[in-house]
């Protein structure tokens, strides 16, 4: 590794860490993406103690984004950061080629890293092919990439993943995002000097307590200020705090249903004064029963 990559690294991971929101979509009912809907959202999550934002990634339905919606939002919401915090574009796409067209669309702004996931469609590359694919996103961008370890007929096992932080320098980190909390601890004994995040909701405060130096989850975007205090509890090594967070943050996950998890992720925000767009169709908005079991889920937590 270069002693330029090696400083960037170590600048980033001392950037990238608490809380990591990814921003939800502003879509309307006829899913088409709000101008202007952004920045409401965003200063929320500030404002509620985030370290850095994610825009593009799976709770912020970047898989559902054209080329051009996809620069309309990066723009958007780097604007509305205004370099409050760092900055991280999502990339959720199907091949190599389509990956740095996208990072070439968004050239003059200031990235601060890229979270990539492994692609994701029905065809999946073997393991020389899928360490070439991030080298040649670094080699073309010259942006850190956090890879998003979550797509479940393509994820990366512990060996791959540390193959790829080994071979390809640029790739800084992880968000871990598949439910095995084992994985999780490998990396941060194999990897301390990687950034690794959890992407695990239902487990951020065992993620926070072994090590994990933040989180990119829905939760952190549904209730930012929850979460990092529960980090800071954690940090400051008040775990009775930190588990009582768990627990209500526990029954709030409870409530939500993965296969529609950006819509509740919305309505939860609108319960913080947010505005309350829809998911992108197919997708539904959340049904006045899941309302109710949310809100009041919601409630126990903040109160």
């Given at each position: 590794?270069?002693?330029?990559i090696?400083?960037?690294?170590?600048?980033?991971?001392?950037?990238?860490?608490?809380?990591?929101?990814p921003?939800t979509m502003?879509?309307?009912?006829?899913?088409?993406?709000v101008?202007?809907?952004?920045?409401?959202q965003?200063?929320?999550?500030?404002?509620?103690g985030?370290?850095?934002?994610?825009?593009?990634?799976?709770?912020?339905e970047?898989?559902?984004?054209?080329d051009?919606?996809?620069?309309?939002?990066?723009?958007?919401?780097?604007?509305a950061?205004?370099?409050?915090?760092?900055?991280?574009?999502?990339?959720?796409?199907?091949?190599?080629?389509?990956?740095?067209?996208?990072?070439?669309?968004?050239e003059?702004?200031?990235?601060?890293?890229?979270?990539?996931?492994?692609?994701?469609?029905?065809?999946k590359?073997?393991?020389?092919?899928?360490?070439?694919?991030?080298?040649?996103i670094?080699?073309?961008?010259?942006?850190p990439?956090l890879?998003y370890?979550?797509?479940?007929?393509?994820?990366?096992?512990?060996?791959?993943?540390?193959?790829?932080?080994?071979?390809?320098?640029?790739?800084?980190g992880?968000?871990?995002?598949?439910?095995?909390?084992?994985?999780?601890?490998?990396?941060?004994?194999?990897?301390?000097?990687?950034?690794?995040v959890s992407g695990?909701?239902a487990?951020?405060?065992?993620?926070?307590?072994i090590?994990?130096?933040?989180?990119?989850?829905?939760?952190?975007?549904?209730?930012?200020?929850?979460?990092?205090r529960?980090?800071?509890?954690?940090?400051?090594?008040?775990?009775?705090?930190?588990?009582?967070?768990?627990?209500?943050?526990?029954d709030?996950?409870?409530?939500?249903?993965?296969?529609n998890?950006?819509?509740?992720v919305?309505?939860?925000?609108?319960?913080q004064?947010?505005?309350?767009?829809?998911?992108?169709?197919?997708?539904?908005?959340?049904?006045?029963?899941?309302?109710?079991?949310?809100?009041?889920?919601?409630?126990?937590?903040?109160?």
């Amino acid at each position: 590794m270069s002693q330029q990559i090696a400083s960037q690294a170590k600048e980033l991971k001392a950037k990238l860490r608490g809380v990591l929101p990814p921003i939800t979509m502003p879509f309307n009912a006829e899913g088409e993406l709000v101008r202007g809907g952004l920045k409401e959202q965003i200063d929320f999550i500030i404002n509620s103690g985030a370290s850095a934002i994610v825009v593009g990634g799976s709770t912020g339905e970047g898989h559902t984004l054209s080329d051009e919606e996809f620069r309309q939002a990066m723009h958007e919401a780097y604007e509305a950061n205004n370099g409050r915090v760092p900055f991280v574009a999502g990339l959720i796409v199907n091949s190599t080629r389509q990956a740095i067209a996208r990072v070439k669309m968004l050239e003059g702004m200031k990235l601060d890293a890229l979270q990539v996931t492994p692609v994701h469609y029905l065809f999946k590359p073997d393991d020389d092919a899928t360490v070439r694919h991030f080298r040649e996103i670094y080699e073309a961008t010259q942006t850190p990439i956090l890879i998003y370890n979550v797509i479940p007929w393509n994820y990366l096992s512990l060996d791959l993943m540390n193959r790829i932080m080994d071979e390809v320098p640029g790739v800084v980190g992880m968000k871990q995002s598949g439910g095995d909390l084992k994985s999780v601890s490998d990396l941060l004994l194999r990897c301390p000097e990687k950034i690794i995040v959890s992407g695990v909701d239902a487990l951020l405060y065992p993620g926070f307590a072994i090590g994990c130096q933040g989180a990119i989850s829905a939760l952190t975007s549904a209730v930012p200020s929850v979460v990092a205090r529960m980090f800071k509890a954690v940090e400051e090594n008040d775990h009775a705090t930190a588990r009582d967070i768990h627990f209500r943050l526990s029954d709030l996950w409870s409530q939500l249903p993965h296969d529609n998890l950006p819509a509740c992720v919305k309505y939860i925000q609108s319960l913080q004064g947010v505005t309350l767009y829809q998911p992108r169709p197919p997708m539904q908005p959340v049904s006045d029963a899941l309302k109710s079991n949310i809100k009041a889920a919601f409630d126990r937590l903040m109160g």
